[in-house]
């Protein structure tokens, strides 16, 4: 069965830095890979997506991140990170459901990744 | 205004007293799913949807169960609910799963 990983629960950084969070996936074919964002009482915001091609991938807010296959992992990139970055980010996997088919609609998501901004 | 609409918002029940938690999109979306979040398991995909009869299980289905019998509604069904379902729950729509998808405002569960 498929599975995501986050293995930081709470990161801190100050803004301006640069950020990494981590995102390691288990899927025996190739996935479809998400990260989404999540403010407080909010629903989640796709920030970006893979799903062939070039292994890096560009999305919204600046962020970016890099699908390697060997090392099973999409981490999310922001080179400088602003205060309004705060909230609680997920890695998802997108695969194929128990009923067969070649559809992916099944969505599976990492325990998630609170990033505190300190000023 | 394009919305993914969940009523109700809050309710507190007591176990067994079966319950529907109801999903309605205006945006025409084949895809809708439902998750429950729960502090430090992140989001759980319950069931999914890719279009009108088609329905699939996600990571946790037992106890609940979902209909599509028309495209804008998804309802989410608990037969008979215990206190390990007491959550947070969304309701998501998207016009595909690689698509963003538009969640809903949530719907928190309290079973007693």
């Known amino acids: 069965a498929q599975s995501v990983t986050q293995p930081d629960i709470h990161i801190t950084v100050s803004e301006g830095a640069s950020l990494e969070l981590r995102c390691n996936y288990s899927?025996?074919?190739?996935?479809?890979l998400f990260w989404y964002v999540q403010s407080p009482g909010q629903g989640l915001q796709l920030l970006l997506k893979?799903?062939?091609?070039?292994?890096l991938v560009q999305g919204i807010k600046g962020f970016e991140a890099e699908f390697k296959r060997s090392q099973s992992s999409f981490n999310l990139r922001k080179p400088s990170v602003h205060w309004s970055d705060a909230a609680e980010y997920f890695c998802?996997?997108?695969?194929?459901?128990?009923?067969?088919?070649?559809?992916?609609?099944?969505?599976?998501f990492g325990q998630g990744t609170i990033l505190t901004v300190h000023p | 205004e394009a919305q993914v609409t969940q009523n109700p918002r809050y309710l507190i029940t007591v176990t067994g007293k079966k319950l529907t938690v109801t999903c309605s999109q205006n945006?025409?979306?084949?895809?809708m799913s439902w998750y429950r979040q729960d502090p430090g398991l992140g989001l759980r995909q319950i069931y999914y949807?890719?279009?009108?009869?088609?329905?699939d299980k996600g990571d946790v289905p037992e106890g609940y169960k979902v209909s599509r019998k028309e495209k804008r509604n998804f309802p989410l069904i608990l037969e008979s609910p215990s206190p390990n379902q007491t959550s947070l729950y969304f309701c998501?729509?998207?016009?595909?799963?690689?698509?963003?998808?538009?969640f809903g405002d949530g719907t928190r569960l309290s079973i007693l």
């Open positions: 998501a729509s998207s016009l595909s799963v690689n698509r963003p998808q538009h």
């Open positions: 899927y025996g074919a190739t996935p479809y």
């Open positions: 893979y799903f062939s091609g070039d292994t």
């Open positions: 998802a996997v997108a695969t194929r459901g128990l009923a067969g088919g070649t559809s992916y609609g099944k969505l599976t």
């Open positions: 945006m025409n979306h084949e895809y």
């Open positions: 949807s890719m279009n009108v009869e088609v329905t």
